[in-house]
């Protein structure tokens, strides 16, 4: 892989599990760790990395899907958790979190700018029915990398920070209305269209048209709903909300469904988006 340049790689993204590196290609951090730390150690070995070579993991929210490793990462590997406090209360009680935190816990405070290992790091609240979920926006290499997964309903500080960010992560979970006609039982339909719930295909193509600016490169759409959505009905949903507004995807910006549970490629994060063999 190419030294010197920020990279992105999806380890899983969905219900089932979510993972995300970002770094270079000597050291990085994780966001979340909802996968085995197995497959987590085999994707970054893909990479030419180990664990030897994370700083740390960030988490967005207590949900198992996001924290499913969590403590086999910071009590049994040592990598130290950044979450906010309430979040750390929330893994805590999670039964799920075998191996408890206990020595691994780092508090970090929403709003409050923080550095690891030279990345510039703000943290802000997402609406989403967890113990609290935040988003990170990761200023590094002269590049601003912005990740906002399970968005109940958008909020102003969110999307100020869209407004300024060269590469995002941002939920795409459903089509409302293969929902609405699926299988899914009414209370998890309503809890999913709830301001505390997921965020739709149409309402992030909206929020991205609505704050695209010339330097937004990259957008990765994360959390895709297996039952609810589909890779292409998303990327078309939000290419044509773009394409209304005068944004032309592949040309003023780049659009990339994440796969649910394979690894993506490798990106190289710049003004434009390069994939690199591993």
Known sequence: MVDNQLIFRSFA???????????TSKWGILIDAGISARTIQKNLREMGLDYANIMGVLI??????????????????????????????????????REKLRTSQRYIEKGV?????????????????????????????????????????PNLTMESYINTA???????????????????????????????????NTTCGTILARNWHSQMRNIFLCHLSHENNDPNVALETIKEILLEEGIMPGEDLFITPL????????YILNENIITTKL
């Open 13 to 23: 993204s969905g219900s089932s599990g979510n993972c995300y590196f970002l770094g």
């Open 60 to 97: 967005t929210h207590d949900h198992a899907d996001h924290i499913r490793a969590v403590g086999t990462l910071g009590e049994r590997v040592h990598l130290p958790i950044y979450s906010t406090r309430t979040i750390h209360d929330g893994i805590d009680r999670n039964y799920g979190v």
């Open 113 to 153: 700018e923080w550095e690891l290992n030279g990345m510039k790091i703000n943290t802000f609240g997402i609406s989403h029915d967890s113990s609290e979920c935040v988003g990170y926006v990761i200023d590094f290499m002269g590049q601003r990398f912005l990740i906002a997964t399970d968005c109940g309903q």
């Open 166 to 200: 060269n590469h995002i992560v941002i939920e795409a979970n459903h089509d409302e209305s293969l929902l609405l006609n699926g299988p899914y039982p009414t209370y998890l339909k309503e809890r999913i269209l709830s301001p505390k719930g997921h965020q739709s």
């Open 259 to 266: 796969n649910r549970l394979e690894p993506s490629p490798v």
